[in-house]
């Protein structure tokens, strides 16, 4: 029989936790659940070593944290030292964390970005390797990730987008806009992309989990027009009224059958969309048609 790894820093010990159990991991854990894409069709799962604990199930790559280390960068950490996985093809959706009183699990969900083939690693693994989503219930799943899985399926298949009237966000705050409102837009954008990067709080978004990395659709008008698009925020130039194109870009990602950041959104995708406004009039249009909305200073603190 193989025989574990030893201990190499602080976080490999176990914990006794308030609930009566002990979990791996003095400063918590995490492991990343990596799709191949939204909605997922696959899931690159971990089989388990024999002298692990519940060895012979099936979960995540991942393992303890280290001291201070965020659940993300944890989580890809883990799963390039097990499962092979390039942390440049990765890509957050979201976060869910099993809190005990004395211990924490993040699920890290992402999605990779370009395809590629699983392998172990190390020897914490019988196997890595694409496992169908319809196929994960019935292999002997490692028992908190059967416990989470009809959660985690629910958000594997959930797509949040944020659109942003650029000219109300712009507009609320006194920083000399009006002298350049292609200027405040581009700023506004790569503002936007920052926050893309390290993700929403879910309760921004009201949505369940812990953070969510939607993608986030700027709409710009008039004069502040001229602005392109990054990597992370899609710009749309509205035609004419810049309300008229934020309530056509919830239409179109409401009804899952038109283009959003330059792909088609699949049947089986849920869009949950907020868009960013103070302004009454569109906060009325777009909740008619399924969105939700928040105001400017919501997003920008």
């Not at 799709?35 to 002298?51: F, K, M, N, S, T």
């Not at 390039?86 to 005990?100: F, I, K, Q, S, Y």
């Not at 699983?118 to 990730?145: H, I, K, M, Q, R």
């Not at 700027?218 to 925020?233: A, I, K, P, Y």
Request: with cysteine; hydrophobic share 45%; proline share 7%.
């Amino acid at each position: 029989m193989t025989h574990p790894p030893r201990a190499t820093h602080p976080s490999d010990a176990w914990v006794q936790c308030g609930c009566g159990a002990k979990h791996w991991g003095t400063f918590g854990a995490a492991g990343l659940l990596l799709a191949d894409g939204v909605p997922a069709d696959r899931l690159v799962l971990q089989h388990r070593a024999l002298w692990s604990h519940h060895g012979g199930t099936w979960g995540l790559p991942g393992g303890a944290l280290l001291p201070e280390e965020s659940a993300v960068v944890g989580a890809v950490r883990e799963a390039v030292e097990e499962a092979g996985i390039d942390a440049a093809n990765v890509r957050p959706h979201a976060t869910w964390t099993l809190t005990h009183p004395d211990w924490s699990y993040t699920t890290v969900l992402a999605r990779m970005l370009s395809d590629f083939t699983p392998s172990p690693t190390d020897a914490e693994s019988l196997d890595v390797a694409w496992v169908a989503v319809d196929g994960v219930p019935s292999l002997p799943l490692l028992p908190a990730f059967a416990d989470a899985w009809p959660t985690l399926r629910w958000m594997l298949d959930l797509r949040p987008v944020v659109v942003i009237d650029a000219a109300n966000v712009v507009g609320s705050r006194p920083n000399g806009w009006w002298r350049d409102r292609a200027g405040a837009n581009e700023r506004l954008r790569d503002e936007l992309d920052v926050l893309a990067r390290v993700g929403f709080e879910a309760a921004l978004l009201r949505l369940p989990g812990g953070r969510w990395w939607p993608d986030l659709v700027l709409v710009t008008e008039g004069q502040g027009r001229g602005v392109s698009s990054t990597e992370r925020v899609q710009v749309v130039e509205a035609p004419g009224s810049g309300d008229d194109a934020v309530v056509e870009a919830v239409h179109a990602l409401r009804d899952n059958g038109r283009e959003a950041r330059g792909e088609v959104l699949a049947p089986r995708a849920t869009s949950a969309v907020t868009v960013v406004t103070a302004d009454r009039e569109l906060r009325e249009r777009v909740t008619a048609v399924g969105a939700r909305t928040i105001g400017p200073r919501a997003l920008l603190s």
